[in-house]
């Protein structure tokens, strides 16, 4: 049909794309959802929504929330290792100052310094996540908005 | 677990009396009624039951947490839902990388210095912390003591590119503003598709006995 709202984001050449969001979100969904955004940014919708259904066939007890718990746990281990790092050069810098004679610092440790932002913008799906912004959803439900 | 004259969320919001043998009540409590409404609205109810009932009974509570936390991210970003939390955490991983590169270059610089002070005057004290870290004395004597980011990037990036998703041109997508092009969108996506089935097990593992009630 000339006014398909799915025609320019399903091509036939990839009927799977289609048949996976079908399976996963229903197609009226998938309508209410494109209607609700701009035309512009449908085609990314479609494609995170390809992503999520093929992520959820494939993982159907997790779906690509397992992605993020994965990432959400790496996200933590590297931080931790940072800030132990960070830790140490503060140590060796405290060293350095107060052996020099005229007080002055060697090199600039200050950039080392930068952490990366807070890693927790989103709520972590799972409650038992110690550095959660959230509680998660274990228990919590769809209330900690 | 919904009794006869409290019925549960689903049943609420269905409007529809909430049967004993209900589906939907052991994972809907009626406290909770924001969290059926997001999972209809984005997934429908009869795709919910026919997802569940694909699956184990002591898989269920999971599958509808992480089907909750799928509504609701998409409820918050309608474009990219999970999508843009995966990307965004992995804007970070590789922004840890890369500090962590330069944290720890710089420390074994001062751990080098360290050691030198200490070969040159005996019995310096800091001297002795120098050798607990050998094998980053290794690395960062490799020459690699600048802090030009792109080439960090590139000699580190192969080291962990078999650990996190390989998304180099996720980084340009993200960085060029709030919209994916989304043909690099799909190809990075492909790759992630990828590299999720190559994820460890131990994550798996971790995160199913951590949730598991029992």
């Not at chain 1, 093929?54 to 746990?73: F, H, M, N, T, W």
């Not at chain 1, 100052?97 to 060697?106: A, K, N, Q, V, Y």
Request: aromatic fraction near 8%; charged fraction near 20%.
């Amino acid at each position: 049909m000339p006014d398909c709202i799915f025609a320019p984001y399903f091509p036939p050449e990839e009927p799977q794309k289609f048949a996976n969001v079908h399976k996963i979100f229903g197609a009226s969904n998938v309508s209410k959802l494109l209607n609700e955004v701009q035309p512009h940014q449908r085609e990314d919708a479609v494609n995170s929504l390809a992503y999520e259904a093929e992520a959820r066939i494939k993982d159907p007890v997790y779906g690509c929330v397992g992605a993020i718990s994965v990432l959400q746990r790496q996200v933590i281990r590297l931080q931790k290792e940072l800030d132990a790092t960070n830790a140490d050069l503060i140590r060796y810098t405290c060293n350095e100052m107060t052996t020099l004679h005229d007080g002055r610092r060697i090199g600039e440790a200050s950039s080392t310094f930068s952490q990366s932002p807070s890693a927790y913008y989103y709520p972590s799906p799972w409650n038992n996540d110690p550095c959660a912004g959230d509680a998660g959803f274990h228990r919590g439900g769809g209330n900690h908005m | 677990m919904a009794s006869s004259n409290s019925p549960c969320a689903a049943c609420k919001f269905l409007r529809r009396k909430c049967q004993p043998e209900c589906a939907f009540a052991p994972y809907f409590p009626p406290d909770q009624p924001q969290k059926f409404a997001n999972v209809h609205r984005i997934f429908g109810a009869s795709n919910v039951t026919k997802l569940l009932n694909d699956l184990h009974p002591h898989q269920r509570e999971d599958a509808v947490n992480s089907l909750a936390y799928e509504a609701e991210m998409r409820l918050r970003d309608p474009v990219y839902g999970c999508v843009g939390v995966i990307s965004l955490l992995q804007h970070q991983l590789r922004q840890l990388q890369v500090d962590l590169y330069c944290a720890k270059s710089e420390l074994s610089r001062y751990q080098n210095l360290s050691i030198n002070a200490n070969h040159a005057f005996v019995g310096s004290e800091s001297g002795a912390v120098g050798y607990q870290h050998q094998q980053n004395n290794n690395s960062g004597s490799a020459g690699i003591g600048t802090r030009d980011n792109s080439s960090y990037y590139q000699h580190h990036h192969h080291h962990h590119h078999h650990q996190f998703f390989p998304q180099q041109q996720m980084v340009r997508s993200f960085d060029g503003g709030s919209n994916y092009d989304a043909s690099l969108l799909a190809m990075n996506i492909s790759a992630s598709l990828g590299q999720l089935n190559q994820l460890p097990a131990g994550g798996g593992d971790d995160r199913r006995t951590v949730n598991n009630p029992s």
